[in-house]
């Protein structure tokens, strides 16, 4: 590894002048000058490279598996990390646990020191800012030993901004620990369709104040830790029934209603300073009407995001990968409008090579000028200062030690998670459950696959929890989708039980019929939506409902203390829940939720 002296040597000093700035963004333009000069070195092959964020595959940067090292040839064209920072320069990388970069905490400290000594190695070589997608809830990339927390839904059923900042300062410090500096997180979209099927549960609710305040005080948290953060997905991905990873989403809001419920967000992260902005791959004629996805809109990168908000960070793209954003348009041209519209970083672009090209040429054939590339690349080298890149651009064994899954931050994790769980129902007061009446329990139900891929199953989890907590619980998996067979195995094993517990994952009629059958067993039922609130709404004969909004451990566990008295449920409902039978009616309000003690 490079010493620190070759470090700043090698970005021509601008590390030292840059060091002392902190993460106040009032002192980023007071740099601009060294920053500029810096620029001003770099070939326009160099500045095409810093503009992209690329995934890659491996635990090392420079010997990873052979299966990785096959699947970066095929995807990549190169064999390594260290290989595709040498051909394409890029300037940021994205981490994922499907491509084998993170296995644990050491192994990604390690990771992230080679492709920082890969890249500053390079002549001219800058720090690469790697990033990944650590949203917690359902959408996590570094599993266990790290700290897991609640997800945004859950956060918004505690409602305590303290605990959102709490959340953004612990999962920031664990990061910068293993050398993970941006953070694409937190969703800033408020979630008023309970069919969004991509957003959901990773927003914090449906009243767009209170999203706006966690928001907020996330990124304060995120951005303490010297953690870049990122708000998502501008302009607002909350209200639609399409998948952007597979489709083209249209948001059919009016412009009046976008200012009052979608861009209150956004506003309240800008004045948090948030330090990057994720687009949406969706349509928005009411902000544009030409029928393009945000992320190539002009008029609403450039118009609204940086003119009318008053925006001047970086703005990195969705995945250029998804669907919606290769739906209008080829995969040379995205880049390529996206930079257009106002665009800084381009995320994982299907072909690393056919993008980096396209841009390439574009500059060269005059439809981009240099200026243009130097724009973005003075924000993006803005922020890599601010996040001391130049200055320490490594981690350490002994930080990643001292840090990542320190028993205060675990034990301040359970503690958030313990006001989250909210109680919908509980009727003739089941809940708490009384070991010496309801000693010996039944856990069935979905067992999705864990978010972190470290943790689960559910029914495993929950079991586990409520074993420890003085109950004799067995699992029995159904799945999301329980066959007959299934239904009539539970039911069977149901009859041996004092009570049973089910937990629901966005309730299929298979499921439902499986709960019912249980409920008409005699036993008390107690179901627990591991996902989103509004399967409550489908099962009305459910003695007790309880809502974790998430299948991870650290949720299951603080539903197993509510179940078993341990703790007190004081989530409350951050989304409205409608009626089965009728939609348009509210069966259960924005705040809703019940307690032990009424």
Same mark, same amino acid.
């Given at each position: ?23 106040? !963004? ?13 620029? +001003? ?26 299966? *990785? ?30 491509? !084998? ?40 990339? @570094? =599993? ?9 839904? #859950? ?55 209170? $999203?706006? =305040? ?5 990124? &304060? ?28 989403? @249209? ?17 309240? #992260? ?36 940086? =003119? ?10 969705? +995945? ?34 056919? #993008?980096?090209?396209? $841009? ?13 590339? *130097? ?29 990542? =899954? ?37 856990? @069935? ?35 999301? #989708? ?31 019929? %499986? ?23 489908? %099962?009305?004969? $459910? ?29 409350? %409902? ?5 009626? &089965?039978? *009728? ?16």
């Amino acid at each position: 590894m490079p010493s620190r002296r070759t470090v700043l040597a090698a970005t021509a000093g601008v590390a030292a002048s840059l060091a002392v700035s902190g993460t106040a !963004h009032a002192d980023d333009k007071k740099h601009d000058k060294q920053l500029r000069s810096l620029i +001003s070195r770099m070939t326009l092959e160099e500045k095409v490279g810093q503009l992209f964020v690329m995934r890659v595959y491996g635990h090392s940067a420079t010997a990873p598996d052979q299966a *990785d090292i096959d699947a970066n040839l095929k995807e990549i064209g190169v064999r390594t990390a260290a290989e595709m920072i040498a051909r394409y320069r890029v300037g940021g990388i994205i981490y994922f646990t499907w491509a !084998h970069n993170t296995r644990d905490p050491h192994q990604i400290a390690d990771l992230s020191n080679g492709i920082q000594k890969a890249s500053l190695q390079q002549p001219r070589g800058l720090p690469v800012l790697i990033s990944t997608d650590q949203e917690h809830g359902i959408v996590c990339r @570094v =599993g266990e030993p790290a700290t897991l927390f609640p997800g945004a839904m #859950a956060i918004g059923a505690d409602g305590s901004r303290k605990d959102a900042r709490t959340l953004g300062r612990i999962a920031g410090q664990e990061l910068r620990a293993i050398g993970i500096r941006q953070n694409y997180s937190p969703v800033a979209d408020v979630n008023v369709n309970p069919a969004n099927p991509v957003i959901g549960v990773r927003s914090f609710g449906a009243d767009p104040q209170k $999203v706006a =305040g966690l928001v907020a005080a996330e990124v &304060a948290g995120y951005q303490g830790a010297r953690v870049a953060a990122t708000a998502k997905h501008f302009p607002g991905h909350g209200d639609t029934a399409v998948d952007s990873h597979y489709g083209f989403p @249209v948001i059919t809001h009016s412009r009046e209603l976008w200012e009052k419920l979608d861009a209150v967000p956004f506003r309240a #992260a800008i004045r948090a300073g948030i330090d990057s902005i994720m687009t949406a791959h969706i349509q928005f004629p009411a902000l544009d009407a030409s029928g393009d996805p945000a992320t190539l809109s002009h008029p609403i990168l450039t118009g609204i995001l940086r =003119g009318e908000l008053g925006y001047d960070g970086v703005v990195v793209t969705d +995945s250029l990968g998804m669907e919606g954003v290769r739906t209008k348009y080829g995969d040379d041209r995205v880049p390529v409008l996206a930079l257009k519209a106002g665009v800084d970083q381009l995320l994982n672009p299907p072909s690393l090579d056919v #993008a980096w090209h396209a $841009v390439l040429k574009a500059v060269r054939d005059g439809e981009l000028t240099e200026a243009r590339l *130097d724009e973005s690349i003075l924000r993006i080298l803005r922020l890599k200062a601010r996040l001391r890149l130049f200055e320490e651009p490594y981690v350490s064994h002994g930080g990643v030690t001292r840090t990542v =899954g320190a028993p205060a931050h675990l034990a301040a994790a359970d503690r958030i998670a313990e006001r989250t769980t909210t109680l919908l129902v509980n009727e003739q007061r089941l809940l708490p459950l009384d070991r010496r009446t309801h000693r010996k329990l039944l856990v @069935v139900g979905a067992d999705p696959a864990s978010p972190s891929g470290t943790t689960g199953p559910p029914t495993g989890v929950l079991a586990a929890a409520l074993t420890e907590l003085g109950f004799t619980a067995t699992a029995l998996p159904t799945g999301t #989708a329980p066959s007959a067979a299934t239904v009539a195995q539970a039911v069977a094993a149901a009859q041996d039980a004092d009570a049973v517990i089910v937990g629901t994952y966005n309730i299929t009629a298979a499921q439902k019929t %499986l709960v019912e059958r249980l409920v008409a067993t005699g036993r008390p039922v107690v179901a627990v939506a591991i996902r989103n609130p509004y399967d409550v709404a489908q %099962l009305p004969s $459910v003695p007790a409902y309880l809502a974790s909004y998430s299948w991870t451990d650290v949720e299951l566990r603080a539903a197993a203390r509510v179940i078993a008295g341990q703790a007190a449920p004081r989530g409350r %409902l951050p989304v409205p829940v409608q009626r &089965a039978d *009728d939609p348009a009616k509210v069966l259960y309000p924005v705040g809703y939720g019940l307690s032990y003690d009424r």
